[in-house]
């Protein structure tokens, strides 16, 4: 059993940066591949960025890649999301997500546990 708990999100405006936390429970964090996804008001959850165990990264290509960058420590048990020039329309709740593979995809489906989410606003 995993636990995941996001924190740093926030209001910001656009332009700006934040960096987004996932601090995992449990002994094998090294062993799953991780994941952050976000949903919009009345949209689908959508994948955003996932790492491998051993730091392989996959990002979403249309609207993230090359302002977000995902990255983790298996030491600290922890994930991060580093988003920069932040628009309006990554307004969203993030979620954190663990998949019980070393093998990342970009499907929610694939994944394992999710952490509870938290709000990026991003004003204009």
């Known amino acids: 059993q995993v636990q995941l708990v996001e924190s740093g999100g926030g209001l910001v405006q656009a332009g700006g940066s934040l960096r987004l936390s996932c601090a995992a429970s449990?002994?094998?964090?090294?062993?799953?591949?991780m994941g952050w996804f976000r949903q919009a008001p009345g949209k689908e959850r959508e994948f955003v960025a996932a790492?491998?165990?051993?730091?392989?990264?996959?990002y979403d290509g249309d609207s993230v890649k090359g302002r977000f960058t995902i990255s983790r420590d298996n030491a600290k048990n922890t994930v991060w999301l580093q988003m920069n020039s932040l628009k309006p329309e990554d307004t969203a709740a993030y979620y954190c997500?663990?998949?019980?593979?070393?093998?990342?995809?970009?499907?929610?489906?694939?994944?394992?546990?999710w952490g509870q989410g938290i709000q990026v606003t991003v004003s204009s």
């Open positions: 997500a663990a998949r019980s593979t070393r093998i990342a995809t970009i499907y929610p489906k694939d994944y394992d546990y």
């Open positions: 449990g002994r094998t964090f090294s062993s799953y591949a």
């Open positions: 790492i491998t165990w051993i730091g392989g990264r996959i």
